[in-house]
RNA sequence: GCGCCUGUAGCUCAGUUGGAUAGAGCAACGGACUUCUAAUCCGUAGGUCGAAGGUUCGAAUCCUUCCAGGCGCACCA
C-alpha cells in the first residue's frame, strides 16, 4: 500500500525536477504515512517539507508543486492537496480500495503475509529457562513473546527458526540431585536435620522424590551420595525439563530445537571455541582462571570463562554455543532475556566481535518483569523460598488466549502488571474477548445468511459498488493496513503492534456492525457487505494466529 | 558510584522512529436492544507528556542535566 503511494509521489517528483528544474538530493527518502484526520485524506507526505531546505524554496510552494504533478485520476487517486506548514495529502479513489479488497479476498490466509526474503536465516532462541523448576510467570510472557515474535517474523517472510537452550550442566544440575535426594530420605524417616536454604525449595522436588520412592522404595536410601547423585540428577533434571515441555505445549509454544548444553561439551565445541580464540589472543591466563579479552569488544571488564576451579563458565559454553549458531548457518541471532540479565548483552556483543562476527548479527530483546495481581493486590512472589505462581497455574486459570493476550498486548520493555481478576472477567473490560466476539459475530452473520437462502455467486460477480457507506470505506483502509503492521512490528521487533491493531480494526466493525445491518432483503447489497466481511474476518483470523489465539466462531 | 529499562488522563497503557488539534481501554457520569450475539454501540468529562534547559519551520519523540521507580554491576546461571 505504501510503497504504491511512495511510488506515486516519486514519479511526481521526477516531474517536478524535469520541469521546475529542482535540485533533488540523492539520497531523499519518501515517507508516508496517515494523517492524523482521516478527513485530510487517505495518506500524507512531509516530502515537500524535507526538500524544503535543500531547494531553497517555501515548503507550502513546493508541496504545491508536486502535488499538480501528481497524476490525479490515474492509478486510482482521487486527489492531492496541500494542507498545513506542507504536507501533500492524497486521497484514492473508492474504486481502488474495492479492487484492494478482492485482492485481499483472493489471498486469504496469506493476507498479510510477505512473500519469502531469502537474505536471512534467523535463529531466536528464547525462555530457556533452567531446568530446576516449573516455569513461572515471567517465564511466561518471555514464552508468549517470543513465540510471537516467531509467527510474526515468519509472516513477515523470515526464514526463522527456534530454540530453547537447556542449561544441563553445571552446578545447580547437582543442587536440584541433591534437593531430591534430600527429599527422598526425608520420604523415608531419614531426615538430615534442617533443609539447606541454598537448595531448591519447590513442593515439586518432593512430588519427583515421591515419584521415585514409589518406583524405586528403599534402594537408595543406604547408598552414599556421590553413588546415588547422578540417578536423582537424571531423573529429576528429566521430570522437570518434561513438564516444562509441557507447559510450553499447553500454552501452545512449540520450539523447533531443544539443544542441550551438555552437546557443547561431548563434542569438543567448548574447547574448540576456546582454542580458536586463545589463538587469536583473546583469552589469557590470570589468577589461575581464563579470561576473554572482553573488554577490547565494549564491555566494562574481561570475563572469567574458566574458573580457577578448572569447571568452564556458564558464559564459556554460551559463547561455543552462539558460535555454533552461526556455523549453522545463521545470518542473525536474537536472543530474548529476562531484564534481570542485560548486564549479559555487552558480554555477549562482545563475543560475537571476538569470534569476528559482525557485533550487528547478534540481537537481544530484554523482556521486563511482569507483576502478578489479584483485584489489584500484588501477589507476592520469590523463587527461593518456593512461592510462586507457575505458568500452568495462571493458564489453568484463565486460559490460554487470555494469557497469551495479556502478555503480548504490552510493549516488552515495560513492567507488566498482570491482574488475574481483571484476566478472568469475561466482560467489557477483557481486550481479548473483544476482537474474538468480533471474528465470533461475523461468523454469525455468515450463518444467519445462509438460513435467508443467500447463496455465493463467484467472487467475481459480487458487485462491490454496492458498498458506498463511509464507514465500510474505513474498514476496508483498516484491513489493507494488516500487512504494514506485520511488516514494521516484525522489522522493530515489537509483537504488541499487532494487539493494538487488532483492537482499532474491530473497534470500526462493531460500530459497523451496529449502525449498518448486513444481511437485508437487498440481496445484491447483502452480497457486498458479506464479501466485505469476508475480508474482515481473514484479518481477524490471520491476525489471531501471529498471536497464537484461537479465532472462535462461537461464543 | 556506574550501566540498562521506565515515567503520557484517577488506573493500565498506545503514540506509525521529528509532523498537523497528544490517543485507546478500564473506572466516573448520561444514553441505546420487537431486526444478523448488549462479551456491543453512542455521548460527556478527564492532560504542565516526571522537571529544567537545548537542537529547528516543528519535540511526548533527538541532546544535556536533574528527580522518581524497577533491574543489574560474580571465578551463579
Redesign the pocket.
Known amino acids: 500500500m505504501k510503497e504504491y503511494i511512495e511510488k506515486i509521489l516519486g514519479e511526481a517528483l521526477k516531474r517536478t525536477a524535469e520541469t521546475e528544474g529542482l535540485e533533488v538530493p540523492g539520497d531523499i527518502e519518501i515517507?508516508v504515512?496517515?494523517?492524523?484526520?482521516e478527513k485530510?485524506g487517505d495518506f500524507?507526505s512531509?516530502l515537500a517539507?524535507?526538500l524544503a531546505?535543500p531547494a531553497k524554496k517555501n515548503p507550502h510552494e513546493l508541496a504545491a508543486l508536486l502535488a499538480g504533478h501528481i497524476a490525479v485520476g490515474e492509478g486510482g487517486v482521487e486527489s492531492a492537496s496541500v494542507?498545513?506548514?506542507g504536507?501533500i495529502?492524497i486521497t484514492m479513489s473508492r474504486g481502488f480500495y474495492r479492487d484492494r479488497l478482492r485482492q485481499v479476498a483472493a489471498q486469504g490466509e496469506s493476507h498479510g503475509h510477505a512473500p519469502a526474503r531469502k537474505e536471512q536465516k534467523v535463529l531466536l532462541e528464547f525462555v530457556s529457562a533452567?531446568p530446576t523448576g516449573p516455569l513461572h510467570v515471567g517465564h511466561g510472557r518471555g514464552a508468549a513473546v517470543g513465540d510471537c515474535l516467531g509467527r510474526l517474523l515468519k509472516a513477515a517472510g523470515y526464514d526463522v527458526r527456534t530454540e530453547y537452550y537447556v542449561?544441563d550442566v553445571?552446578?545447580?544440575m547437582n543442587i536440584l540431585g541433591r534437593s531430591t535426594l534430600l527429599r527422598y530420605r526425608e520420604l523415608l524417616g531419614r531426615s538430615a536435620g534442617e533443609f539447606p536454604a541454598d537448595h531448591y525449595q519447590g513442593d515439586y522436588i518432593t512430588d519427583i522424590a515421591r515419584d521415585i520412592q514409589n518406583k524405586h522404595g528403599e534402594e537408595f536410601i543406604d547408598r552414599p551420595e556421590a553413588e546415588a547423585l547422578p540417578f536423582f540428577r537424571k531423573t529429576a533434571a528429566d521430570w522437570v525439563l518434561e513438564g516444562i515441555k509441557k507447559d510450553l505445549r499447553e500454552f501452545r509454544v512449540d520450539f523447533d530445537n531443544w539443544f542441550s548444553e551438555r552437546t557443547l561439551y561431548d563434542d569438543g565445541s567448548v574447547n574448540r571455541a576456546l582454542d580458536w580464540l586463545r589463538e587469536r589472543g583473546f583469552v589469557y591466563d590470570q589468577?589461575?582462571?581464563v579470561w576473554l579479552k572482553s573488554s577490547a569488544f565494549h564491555d566494562?571488564k574481561d570475563r572469567?570463562v574458566v574458573?580457577?576451579?578448572g569447571?568452564q563458565?556458564?558464559?564459556c559454553s554460551d559463547i561455543a554455543y552462539h558460535q555454533n549458531k552461526v556455523e549453522r548457518g545463521f545470518t542473525r541471532l536474537i536472543d530474548l532475556f529476562g531484564?534481570?540479565?542485560?548486564?549479559?548483552v555487552p558480554r555477549m556483543k562482545a563475543v560475537m566481535e571476538a569470534l569476528g562476527y559482525d557485533e550487528s548479527v547478534f540481537h537481544a530483546i530484554?523482556v521486563?518483569?511482569v507483576t502478578l495481581k489479584r483485584g489489584g493486590e500484588k501477589v507476592q512472589m520469590s523463587t527461593r523460598s518456593g512461592q510462586f505462581i507457575t505458568l500452568s497455574e495462571v493458564v489453568a486459570e484463565v486460559g490460554v488466549d487470555v494469557a497469551r493476550y495479556f502478555f503480548l498486548m504490552?510493549?516488552s520493555?515495560?513492567?507488566?502488571?498482570f491482574d488475574l481478576e481483571l484476566a478472568k472477567q469475561?466482560?467489557?473490560?477483557n481486550?481479548v474477548?473483544?476482537i474474538q466476539?468480533a471474528h465470533?459475530?461475523i461468523c454469525?452473520?455468515f450463518i444467519?445468511a445462509e438460513q435467508q437462502g443467500v447463496t455465493w455467486p463467484a467472487k467475481g460477480e459480487v458487485d462491490l459498488s454496492l458498498l458506498v457507506e463511509d464507514e465500510e470505506f474505513t474498514l476496508i483502509k483498516k484491513i489493507l493496513q494488516f500487512p504494514e503492521v506485520v511488516e514494521?512490528s516484525a522489522q522493530?521487533l515489537?509483537v504488541?503492534?499487532v494487539p493494538?491493531y487488532l483492537?482499532e480494526l474491530v473497534?470500526v466493525f462493531?460500530?459497523y456492525?451496529?449502525?449498518?445491518?448486513?444481511?437485508t432483503e437487498d440481496r445484491e447489497r447483502t452480497l457486498a457487505r458479506l464479501f466485505l466481511l469476508d475480508g474482515l474476518r481473514i484479518t481477524i483470523r490471520n491476525g489471531l494466529s501471529i498471536l497464537g489465539i484461537s479465532a472462535p466462531e462461537?461464543?
Open positions: 515517507i504515512e496517515k494523517p492524523k484526520d485530510l500524507s512531509n517539507m524535507m531546505r494542507a498545513g506548514p504536507f495529502n533452567n542449561n553445571g552446578n545447580q589468577d589461575g582462571a566494562d572469567v574458573k580457577q576451579s569447571e563458565t556458564y558464559f531484564a534481570d540479565h542485560h548486564g549479559y530484554l521486563q518483569f504490552r510493549s520493555d515495560t513492567h507488566l502488571d469475561e466482560t467489557p473490560e481486550p474477548y473483544y466476539y465470533a459475530r454469525n452473520i444467519t514494521k522493530v515489537e504488541h503492534r493494538h483492537h473497534a462493531h460500530g456492525y451496529k449502525r449498518h445491518r448486513v444481511v462461537k461464543m
